[in-house]
């Protein structure tokens, strides 16, 4: 978050990771270190994490994890929200110039929304950024189906994590640390540890941690404890 500015001011809010990810011995966890991908700001220690599956791109590196819940005011870093309906049997996408720079040219990209099955809109071939002061265009491979995903149905473009039964997101681990990966032209990604197994977590620590996602990591939720096997 930007809290720089040249006026004397008192920014209030909340200590972040004073709370312990961790109920079980740290050291005993099975992790592995890993790249996140750029463009998703700050990510908090204990978030959800999917893994790139796209052919080329950004191939292989770990990115927010897409909760299968839908109301619009979730914390979905790994979405990039529509700014304009999607028109059936298009080829491109509008998002806005912060989000574009969460793609990269050869990533495979998703669209779904809270009505509409996902789709598999194929590689990204172009991200323009320089037509429109506003927004960012989009261009991919597949053509969208014939119905239209629209952003009063919270309409959104992800890269491809997963599997289609699960809505092209599948959970990989849990990150330890905060990290920040940027927003922007000049988000470079973050390195990172990816908690993968044999812990107990508190679970008021984690985020985005659905049924979904404890059963693509074998875990489980007793009372105020994750255990992840």
């Given at each position: 978050m930007q809290t720089r500015s040249d006026i004397p001011h008192v920014l209030y809010g909340a200590q972040q990771d004073y709370k312990r990810l961790y109920y079980s011995e740290e050291l005993a966890a099975l992790k592995v270190p890993v790249t996140l991908q750029a463009g998703y700001?700050?990510?908090?220690?204990?978030?959800?994490?999917?893994?790139?599956?796209?052919?080329?791109?950004?191939?292989?590196?770990?990115?927010?994890?897409?909760?299968?819940?839908?109301?619009?005011?979730?914390?979905?870093?790994?979405?990039?929200?529509?700014?304009?309906?999607?028109?059936?049997?298009?080829?491109?996408?509008?998002?806005?110039?912060?989000?574009?720079?969460?793609?990269?040219?050869?990533?495979?990209?998703i669209i779904n929304d809270d009505t509409t099955t996902a789709e598999n809109l194929g590689a990204i071939t172009e991200i323009d950024r320089t037509t429109y002061a506003?927004?960012?265009?989009?261009?991919?491979?597949?053509?969208?189906?014939?119905?239209?995903?629209?952003?009063?149905?919270?309409?959104?473009?992800?890269?491809?994590?997963?599997?289609?039964?699960?809505?092209?997101?599948?959970?990989?681990?849990?990150?330890?640390?905060?990290?920040?990966?940027?927003?922007?032209?000049?988000?470079?990604?973050?390195?990172?540890?990816?908690i993968l197994g044999n812990c107990v977590l508190n679970t008021g620590m984690l985020t985005n941690v659905d049924s979904a996602f404890k059963t693509d990591v074998s875990a489980s939720t007793f009372g105020n404890y994750t255990y992840i096997r």
């Open positions: 700001g700050v990510l908090r220690m204990g978030i959800a994490l999917s893994k790139n599956l796209s052919a080329a791109g950004n191939i292989g590196k770990c990115l927010p994890y897409n909760p299968t819940s839908f109301t619009g005011v979730e914390d979905h870093p790994g979405r990039a929200y529509l700014v304009a309906d999607n028109a059936g049997s298009a080829y491109t996408v509008n998002v806005s110039m912060e989000d574009s720079y969460k793609f990269a040219v050869g990533d495979d990209l506003t927004y960012a265009v989009i261009t991919h491979t597949t053509v969208a189906g014939a119905t239209p995903f629209t952003t009063a149905r919270f309409a959104y473009v992800c890269v491809e994590a997963g599997t289609n039964t699960n809505l092209y997101s599948d959970g990989v681990g849990i990150l330890e640390k905060s990290v920040d990966t940027c927003v922007g032209q000049y988000a470079k990604g973050a390195l990172a540890t990816l």
